[in-house]
């Protein structure tokens, strides 16, 4: 059985607000793909390494701020952003404000894990570092709030990109695995960081759970309704005993005795009647 639900906001107000969150969030997410657009096709202009992350170089901690503007080729540069696209999108509806403060963390992070973890020469650039803390920001709010919202998000996040939770170990050449594993750490330790910066919306009852909550308040009715029991109910009188006390007599307290029928008759005879 359903029953009417006034738990959960369903308004056009609400249904405009959420749908301006999503576009928000997309909006945001494909402008952050254009400017790596942009920077990509500026990169021929200029020698780029000297902005990517140069492990255990102190002039290549400069690429921990520039790097994830930077990618080697078209391909890198699709990959990040579709992955921008969809969990910048994901990510920035459901969690706004915790993504917004996440952001800063995911891609100090990536860099600076690359910096330490990095071999002599090499040289991390790109975006996917950031990438993989959106996707593990999104799968450890999930773990963690578990609401409606959470749950359906992570889910979705997990569907399409939980191969990151085997990229972030040492896979072929060329792939910068430090960085995914420095953005995955900043992305959980952001989820548990800001785990309550959003606040967590209504939970949708089943209609079990509304009808246990009926029977239960119609039960406390019924009791209230209900005569009391025997032994609750206060005694007016009792009937002597034997030697002619009662039982409260016995216990000292004064009760009002019943003649018996031979008594009222020895009565009746005494008076002449």
């Known amino acids: 059985m359903d029953l009417p639900q006034d738990d959960i906001p369903d308004t056009p107000a609400q249904r405009a607000r959420d749908r301006g969150r999503v576009l928000r969030a997309f909006n945001l997410s494909l402008a952050t793909v254009l ?8 990169q021929s202009g200029f020698d780029f390494r000297a902005f990517t992350v140069m492990p255990h170089d102190p002039a290549g901690l400069v690429g921990v701020l520039t ?18 696209l969809m969990l910048g999108t994901l990510a920035g509806s459901v969690y706004p404000r915790a993504t917004i403060r996440a952001l800063p963390i995911m891609w100090l992070t990536s860099g600076l894990v690359a910096w330490l973890l990095g071999g002599p020469g090499e040289h991390h650039l790109g975006a996917s570092g950031v990438t993989h803390g959106l996707g593990f920001l999104v799968f450890t709010l999930g773990l963690l709030r578990r609401d409606r919202a959470a749950i359906a998000a992570g889910m979705l996040a997990f569907l399409f990109y939980g191969g990151m939770i085997l990229t972030v170990l040492p896979q072929e050449a060329g792939i910068s695995w430090q960085s995914h594993l420095g953005g995955a750490l900043g ?7 800001f785990r309550n910066a959003d606040p967590t919306p209504p939970r949708r009852k089943y209609s ?13 009715v019924d009791d209230e309704a209900e005569p009391a029991r025997p032994d609750e109910v206060p005694v007016l009188w009792h009937r002597d005993d ?20 031979d008594e009222r008759r020895d009565i009746d005879m005494t008076s002449g009647r």
């Open 242 to 261: 034997r030697d002619g006390r009662s039982d409260q007599a016995r216990d000292g307290r004064n009760v009002l005795p019943f003649r018996r029928d």
């Open 187 to 193: 992305g959980a330790l952001s989820g548990w960081l």
């Open 208 to 220: 079990w759970e509304l009808e246990e909550e009926e029977a239960a308040r119609q039960a406390l």
């Open 35 to 42: 400017v790596l657009t942009v920077v990509f096709f500026a």
């Open 67 to 84: 790097a994830p503007l930077l990618h080697g080729d078209l391909k890198h540069l699709a990959m990040n952003c579709i992955a921008i």
